[in-house]
């Protein structure tokens, strides 16, 4: 009973909208109860706020709501404040992944709804390379008879590599646009940006005040068995605003289910 009376709130805001509602308890863990639940019935969407009754702090996420999206491969709304309905703004994260191109579905889905403005976004990271490439330049210098002009030649394996990284994104922006949006569809921002990846998203979608960010569950990289991909993780973390994450598939398709409860 005390439960149900937790529920009974939601009904009006339900019924004024017209939108049909279910409620259920259950007993147990939470983040069990949410798994089985989901076993049993499925769903197009789980939605969930990021900590409970405790109050929202940077980086923190509840157990319940970490354990519930890594243990379970749904499409997953991570509510962090309020939406904008009028006009939002969407970020979507993409990589060449399956899973970031249902994500890109997906916000075409609800952007086409809400008339929203939506930003397509990739990052590339070329610290890796630059610290291959400094290991490198540090053993040839060690090696007898070995002449190597460092500063000229990492300056131009810099650059090469950033000039191929960023064509890679732009690539991968273009090819998603031409996939998912129609002629006529009113265009998105595309935006290549070079930095920590998960950092980089974040700064972004705070410097625009989005609304609402998108992201794969795993990325281009993900092999069998990863729960989830770390910099996804993060952006559940840090992203300053609400999180929708695609469940991964073979075809990262993405179509909501109709006449369904």
Request: with cysteine; net charge positive; charged share 25%.
């Amino acid at each position: 009973t005390i439960s149900l009376s937790y529920l009974k709130p939601l009904e009006g805001a339900f019924n004024a909208a017209g939108i049909p509602l279910r409620t259920k308890v259950m007993e147990g863990k939470n983040f069990k109860a949410i798994a089985n639940m989901l076993a049993e019935e499925g769903g197009d969407l789980v939605v969930m706020g990021t900590s409970g009754f405790q109050p929202p702090r940077e980086g923190f996420v509840g157990s319940v709501c970490l354990r519930s999206l890594r243990g379970n491969n749904q499409n997953f709304l991570i509510i962090k404040r309020p939406f904008r309905f009028h006009e939002p703004r969407y970020v979507v994260c993409l990589d060449g992944s399956p899973s970031a191109l249902s994500a890109l579905k997906m916000a075409k889905f609800f952007a086409d709804r809400y008339e929203a403005k939506l930003h397509l976004l990739y990052i590339f990271d070329s610290s890796l390379h630059r610290e291959v490439f400094g290991r490198l330049k540090h053993s040839l210098i060690e090696s007898e008879g070995f002449t190597f002009n460092s500063e000229e030649q990492e300056k131009f394996h810099d650059e090469f590599i950033e000039r191929g990284l960023e064509g890679v994104g732009n690539l991968i922006l273009n090819n998603a646009e031409r996939e998912v949006f129609d002629r006529g569809s009113k265009p998105p921002v595309k935006s290549v940006l070079q930095g920590r990846i998960y950092k980089k998203i974040c700064d972004y979608v705070f410097g625009i005040e989005a609304d609402l960010v998108f992201v794969g569950r795993t990325g281009r990289h993900a092999v069998k068995g990863v729960e989830i991909g770390s910099v996804t993780e993060n952006v559940v973390r840090f992203s300053s605003c609400s999180v929708l994450i695609s469940k991964n598939g073979e075809q990262g398709e993405w179509i909501p289910s109709k006449n369904k409860d």
